[in-house]
């Protein structure tokens, strides 16, 4: 079993910038793959960047290419996403996902196996 939990979250004006981290826990879950997603009130959850264990394979949502960085230390089984100049549609409950390396590096909810609990990312204007 894997566990994800994030942190880093909070209320930040437009312009400013946030890191999450996510810290996983579980046998061989460093080798994971591991994303972020958000979701924010009345709309579907939605891709935001992913990596795989080497850091070969990384992609990013076309809304978030060139302000949001995602990166790993698979020594502290963590992933990280460091997000500069936020904007109030940043905001949105952002979650954290894993999948097995035996699967391909996605981009859709269903090709994860496991999730966070989520942090909340608001983004005033």
């Known amino acids: 079993q894997v566990q994800l939990v994030e942190s880093g979250g909070g209320l930040v004006q437009a312009g400013g910038s946030l890191r999450l981290s996510c810290a996983a826990s579980?046998?061989?879950?460093?080798?994971?793959?591991k994303g972020w997603f958000r979701q924010a009130p009345g709309k579907e959850r939605e891709f935001v960047a992913t990596?795989?264990?080497?850091?070969?394979?990384?992609y990013y949502a076309d809304s978030v290419k060139g302000r949001f960085t995602i990166s790993r230390d698979n020594a502290k089984n963590t992933v990280y996403l460091q997000m500069n100049s936020l904007k109030p549609e940043d905001t949105a409950v952002y979650y954290c996902a894993a999948t097995p390396p035996s699967r391909r590096v996605g981009v859709g909810p269903t090709e994860y196996d496991y999730w966070g609990q989520g942090t909340q990312v608001t983004v005033s204007s």
């Open positions: 579980g046998r061989t879950s460093s080798s994971y793959t």
């Open positions: 990596m795989s264990w080497t850091g070969g394979s990384t």
